[in-house]
């Protein structure tokens, strides 16, 4: 099973940038889906942006960019023009997937998650 780590989260202000990244343990990395996930306070965890093996990306935030570099282990969140309501711990997860393109639906390792606290 894979290990996750994410960093990046932080305090900001409306209108910030901020990327979050995602760090995996083991040699398997690129056999993995990988998503970010959210969950503010008070709130169920949502969906926030997926990626395939290969590449092909399905974000619900059309502010937010999901990348992976599989030479770094690693899996990142772009986001952009940031607003209050994006204040949530951010997580991020990783689900074993044959095909390469396929954006799972349910994800089976989860990272600790970091915060990502925005002010207006």
């Known amino acids: 099973q894979v290990q996750l780590v994410e960093s990046g989260g932080g305090l900001v202000q409306a209108g910030d940038s901020l990327r979050l990244s995602c760090a995996a343990s083991?040699?398997?990395?690129?056999?993995?889906?990988m998503g970010w996930f959210r969950q503010a306070p008070g709130k169920e965890r949502e969906f926030v942006a997926a990626?395939?093996?290969?590449g092909i990306t399905h974000s619900v935030k059309g502010r937010f960019t999901i990348s992976r570099d599989n030479a770094k282990n690693t899996v990142y969140l772009q986001m952009n023009s940031l607003k209050p309501e994006d204040t949530a711990v951010y997580y991020c997860?990783?689900?074993?997937?044959?095909?390469?393109?396929?954006?799972?639906?349910?994800?089976?390792?989860w990272g600790q998650g970091t915060q990502v606290t925005v002010s207006s």
């Open positions: 997860a990783a689900e074993s997937a044959w095909d390469m393109g396929v954006i799972p639906r349910a994800f089976a390792s």
């Open positions: 083991g040699r398997t990395f690129s056999s993995y889906a």
């Open positions: 990626i395939s093996r290969n």
